[in-house]
């Protein structure tokens, strides 16, 4: 199955969010965006992935755009997701955390980075 990139955000603006989109639009990854404010279900995985409502929390789905193809490493409890490369998912990263898990999950190749700006 194609793996496809889901993008958690709310509606109400986020500058963190606003930077990751901006790094997906700068490299042509499509995703899906889901709302945690006006998709209950959404908020509900949300809080039982990462403990918090952290926003942009960003998976590789493979079919089911519910949840991650393989489960995320687990968070010790109360720990802060923040920027944490955790396999198929990844919570509030920077610019370059967010590329370079683009790269390592195949949806930007390395040589392409030169290209963006």
Same mark, same amino acid.
């Given at each position: 199955?194609?793996?496809? #990139?889901?993008?958690?955000? $709310?509606?109400?603006?986020? /500058? @963190?969010?606003? @930077?990751? $989109? %901006?790094?997906?639009?700068?490299?042509?990854?499509?995703?899906?965006? %889901?709302?945690?404010?006006?998709?209950? !279900?959404?908020?509900? %995985?949300? #809080?039982?992935?990462?403990?918090? @409502?952290?926003?942009?929390?960003?998976?590789?789905?493979?079919?089911?755009?519910?949840?991650?193809?393989?489960?995320?490493?687990?968070?010790?409890?109360?720990?802060? /997701?923040?920027?944490? !490369?955790?396999?198929?998912?990844?919570?509030?990263?920077?610019? !370059?955390?967010l590329l370079d898990w683009l790269i390592k999950h195949g949806f930007v190749a390395a040589a392409d980075t030169s290209?963006?700006?």
């Amino acid at each position: 199955m194609p793996k496809t #990139l889901v993008f958690i955000n $709310r509606t109400i603006g986020c /500058p @963190l969010a606003t @930077l990751a $989109r %901006r790094v997906l639009e700068d490299y042509g990854v499509p995703f899906t965006e %889901r709302f945690y404010d006006t998709e209950p !279900d959404v908020k509900s %995985r949300l #809080l039982q992935w990462t403990g918090f @409502l952290s926003v942009p929390t960003i998976y590789v789905a493979d079919g089911d755009l519910n949840q991650p193809g393989t489960p995320p490493s687990p968070l010790e409890h109360g720990a802060s /997701p923040r920027g944490i !490369d955790r396999g198929s998912m990844i919570t509030e990263p920077g610019a !370059d955390q967010l590329l370079d898990w683009l790269i390592k999950h195949g949806f930007v190749a390395a040589a392409d980075t030169s290209a963006a700006g």
